[in-house]
């Protein structure tokens, strides 16, 4: 069995451990190994679980990204479940005849048929197209399940975020129960997304004792404690025939911290003289001007725009080498209006990337430090500002905890020693 | 084309449309000969719905109907081969199957990886231009190397070696946000053509009355509820009653082949992409 935590700090669930407020959990944690794990760069949702049901790297399966553009042009999509390109865990395992369950797992959207069922998670965003088998469909209407938060309305409502996310764990609840029963599965999976929305929204209400909604935040996590409690429960007094098949792993895809300064950077390439726009108040990066040397994307990737590569391209080959340089230094330099350095290291993509995909890698992926939030967005007039977004992700706090007492350090490790046991 | 035009041309009734489409064929025939112009035609509904299209004009022309040029990129539906075997049976139709056999080849199913150093001087030049320097790419038709070698190099070869100057292709405005800007008659370079876009204006809902008012044969792929076909193993349907009978004018067509875009988008700005 596999419960994934969406942003799940491992500093936090130590804390909340400590303070009892976890205490299922926390005995499970007593008994196996329970860790710090590093995750992707960028350090994102899409990224982080492809590279953990594919075992692979961005170069390897495809995916850089919420975002990237058509090879040779600007125009924008949305890389997909089919844009996948590495065997999936439960597309391994199947091959020896293995059933799963994949329950809210981001990045598999839209469902398509697996061994066993997957329902998909974020950005799921028709309930018809993330179900597989279909059959399914309303029966999870009739319970109630939800694949998300109604993030547009609890991002300015913190009593309707609450609710929001009961009703979606208890949705989660319901389709694990049906889910059990129905499918004789040799693996089941399970992610809780409502944590990532919840420190997006009111990161300070985790960190503040005295915020209103302090309680209501613990109070998350203490049900969360009592689904987690359940589960395990119920898996361990299920029949095996081997008990020793009985394992567990949890984990997280990143983790989190509060946000100083959201960092834009294609306001911060603009004012360096890198990149220009056709109007003033540009929507994408489909409207980048001409005379544009660099652009970037959510939400730190960088790209150089090379001429035999973008149809407004204006960087030759023998000039992309001394421009990435110059890009690393300039950034690496950048320093926050009270002299903080906001960014820990830029990388070069083959540093972070190879594979047969390595073509629609970016040419540097930038990772901040922790309160300095890094955004590829277009419309800024000042490189550094701030919404109403609480929290952030960071790279290397989120957590990995295995039954056998196996340890990882990257989340990339984790699909092989998930495999390993069919 | 300026919007109002655009908006114009996609309210006509299904019969003015019809014979706006006709006029642009009509121009195009009698611009090129029968051996410069070809009919991009992919089985699916909306090129079948042109290739009919062209059958009339050529008929009122009293001229023989244009060939047509088929890729086959590695990765086509079983039902879309039956129904051009129907079609090409039934009008009459001279097809020419384009596939770049130097790559599919190499490869024995879909995802084998393939060496780039096996590939022919074209494929080699070719794959060199899109700055892929790896070893080996896989072999997936939808893929960045893949889809250029098997459809783009594919279709470019044909061009060259067949001289044509005028290739004709079903794209329509309302099936994708990027196809709003596209004209009717729009040159294009390397290898230099023209391209010839008889029905921009026609709506999905459209070409499925066309289909059914003039008995126009259709893959049966639409009557499981797949609306777009692409390549097969990234096709998938958007729902399990037939094409025309799906809300077609508030769910997108090309779900099945990839997202709704705004919607995704909108999820992603509330968490602070974008």
Redesign the interface.
Known sequence: MVVGLDGVPFSLLANLKKSGVIPKMGSIFDNGYFGKMAVSIPEISSVSWSSFMTGKQSGEH?IYG??DLE??TY????P?Y?DI?ARTLWDEIAQNGKKSVVINMPAT??A?AINGALISG??A??I??AVSP?ALIPKLNDLGYRI?ID??KA?HDPELLFRDLDATLNGRQHAVDLLWQEFDWDLFIIVITGT??LM?FLWTACEQKDHPYHQAFVDYFASLDDFIGRIYDRFMNADASDTDLKKIYMLSDHGFCKINK?VYLNRWLQENGYLKFQKNSPE?IMDIGSGSKVFAL??SRIYIN?K??YPLGTVDRKDYDPLCRELKTGLENLKSDSGDPVVKKVYAKDELFH??????APDLVVLSNPGY?L???VNSTEVFGR?D?EGMHTQDDAFFYSSTGAQIKSIFEAKEMICRSF | MEFDEIKRLTELSLTEKIEHAKSIITEGLERFSHDELYVAWTGGKDSTTMLWLYREACNAAGKPLSRTMFIDEGSVFEEIWELVEQVKNLWNVEVAVVKNTDVSAKAKKMGD?IRVADLNQRNRAEVA??????E???F?PE???G??LMKTVAMNVFLEDHAVKALSTAIRWDEQQ?RVKEQTFSPRANPEHLRIHPILHFKERDIWDTIHAHKIPYCSLYSQGYRSLGAKG?T?K???IPAWEQDLENTPER??R????E??????R?????
């Open positions: 495809g919420f975002i090879p040779g125009n924008m999509f949305f997909n089919l390109k959207y839209p398509r974020f950005v965003i028709d018809n197209k279909p998300d993030t547009a991002r990532d929305r997006h959201e994408t959510d939400p090379l035999s590569k594979g047969p995909y390595l073509s629609a939030d955004k590829g967005k919404t977004l | 990886l231009n899109l700055e892929f320097n790896d080996f790419f896989p997936e893929s960045f190397v889809n250029h990027a990234s998938f958007n729902s399990d779900a099945g990839g997202q709704a875009k919607q995704v988008m909108a999820k992603l509330d968490l602070g992409y974008m």
